[in-house]
């Protein structure tokens, strides 16, 4: 059935499971290239493994069964060299997948020594910076990032499964917008004008929305010019995700069904293990308001459950080192970011935010000072943030306005103002970190660590 395989993967999948004597009956040939990740000589056998991102495999070389040019090639050969050889597929006495090598050439020599596989990288940031070391001697790495792979393709494909269609929105923004956050300036000669990089994609895929698209989702960049933290890099990528005709908690099942479709496919069970700790991810995630929330999980709440009192909240701040100058609202999200926020370890739902924190967001109907939306956390780290979206252009105009009030640089998207007067559908939408969501699929403590290269200071 294989007459030849030239793929270590493809290798490992097809035969790691024979038996010992199919395979050896078979006498399958291949003709694989790889690098040398060990060397043994015993006697007349010569033993090493070649690898590539994936797998991989024992070669053997028999010295009576090689020529003297082929002895001497393998002779000269070391760790970390890039080869092509040929050869029959077999199975030893200890039922190792082995290539009998009939053929041995080296493609690139290397210069340098790779670190010992076994100290690997010590320092981290060495790991970051010199990230091709890394994914070549550590397969914990390795396996981090071909996870990334799998759990984008899945969200690719259950989203498709359902009929949403992905888009593309520009990169380069003459406002920054969507997003209330620090941009990256560059500037476009030809047009003689500051341009932005994209803080969020929203205003443009709610243009997609008011144009007749109903299902949309757009997986890509956003650049934030602020801080660099254990869950924050200026270069990230997030998945936003809009539907028409359906609102904030159409939305939250969306998202926690990617996420239970994510834990199904990749993982096949129903938990994951955080510090330690075994979540499970059943259907029902825990929904709370983001004052309860803040009562039963900080400690300056235990005994005085009241968040409408200017004196107390402006007191538990002063404790905090928060600005007790800020409006009431940014208050309260920063005491839940500073108190309550890491505590949230199971799959739980924050909601009724204050609507003066939520800009974009559409009013609860029953009570106006709170927003239609909602922020997901998982391992004490926020993963997602949607809402039922605002689609009335007055109220929206009046709240970038008072944006500006805020910030005197801010300038608000017209042109968005303007597409709101052809009518927004009841829209819900929802932002997805993908690599928070990778940090806790891979129960990783930095956000370096799933991104293959994170921003770092340069030596230079």
Same mark, same amino acid.
Do not use: W
């Given at each position: ?61 028999? &010295? ?218 059943? &259907? ?177």
């Amino acid at each position: 059935m294989f007459k030849k395989i030239n793929n270590i993967s493809n290798i490992i999948k097809y035969f790691k499971n024979k038996t010992r004597n199919i395979i050896n009956t078979l006498k399958i040939k291949t003709y694989i290239s790889g690098r040398i990740i060990s060397k043994r000589i015993m006697k007349k056998n010569i033993f090493f493994n070649i690898q590539d991102i994936k797998s991989n495999i024992q070669i053997l070389a028999i &010295k009576n069964y090689l020529s003297k040019k082929y002895i001497k090639r393998i002779n000269k050969s070391n760790i970390g060299d890039i080869i092509y050889i040929n050869g029959i597929l077999f199975k030893t006495k200890t039922n190792e997948l082995t290539i009998k090598c009939l053929y041995f050439k080296i493609l690139v020599k290397i210069y340098k020594h790779l670190p010992d596989k076994y100290n690997k990288l010590k320092k981290k940031e060495k790991k970051f910076r010199k990230r091709y070391l890394d994914l070549i001697i550590n397969n914990e790495t390795k396996n981090k990032f071909l996870l990334r792979i799998k759990v984008i393709y899945i969200i690719r494909k259950y989203l498709n499964n359902n009929d949403f269609l992905e888009v593309e929105t520009p990169m380069l923004h003459n406002i920054p917008g969507g997003a209330i956050a620090k941009p990256f300036i560059t500037y476009h000669n030809k047009l003689n004008t500051k341009m932005y990089l994209r803080i969020a994609p929203e205003l443009y895929l709610k243009r997609l929305i008011i144009s007749g698209f109903t299902k949309i989702f757009e997986l890509n960049r956003n650049f934030r010019n602020e801080g660099i933290s254990t869950t924050h890099n200026p270069e990230f990528t997030m998945i936003e995700i809009y539907k028409a005709y359906s609102n904030y908690k159409n939305m939250m099942n969306l998202t926690k069904n990617i996420i239970i479709y994510i834990i199904n496919n990749i993982f096949k069970k129903n938990f994951l293990i955080i510090n330690k700790k075994k979540i499970y991810l059943n &259907k029902k995630f825990k929904i709370i308001s983001i004052k309860k929330s803040i009562y039963k999980y900080s400690k300056y709440f235990k005994n005085i459950k009241d968040l409408n009192n200017i004196k107390i909240i402006k007191k538990i701040a002063k404790k905090l080192k928060i600005n007790i100058k800020l409006k009431k609202s940014k208050i309260i999200e920063k005491i839940f970011k500073l108190t309550t926020e890491k505590k949230l370890i199971k799959p739980t739902f924050i909601i009724k935010h204050p609507i003066e924190i939520s800009p974009l967001s559409l009013q609860n109907k029953k009570n106006n000072k709170i927003a239609d939306r909602f922020e997901l956390f998982i391992g004490g780290i926020e993963i997602a943030n949607g809402f039922s979206e605002l689609n009335d252009y007055k109220e929206q105009k009046k709240r970038f306005i008072k944006q500006k009030l805020i910030n005197k640089n801010y300038k608000y998207d017209k042109e968005y103002i303007e597409a709101l007067k052809y009518g927004l559908p009841p829209t819900a939408g929802v932002g997805i970190g993908i690599d928070r969501l990778l940090m806790i699929l891979t129960n990783s403590t930095s956000i370096k660590e799933i991104i293959l290269f994170p921003i770092l200071k340069n030596l230079n």
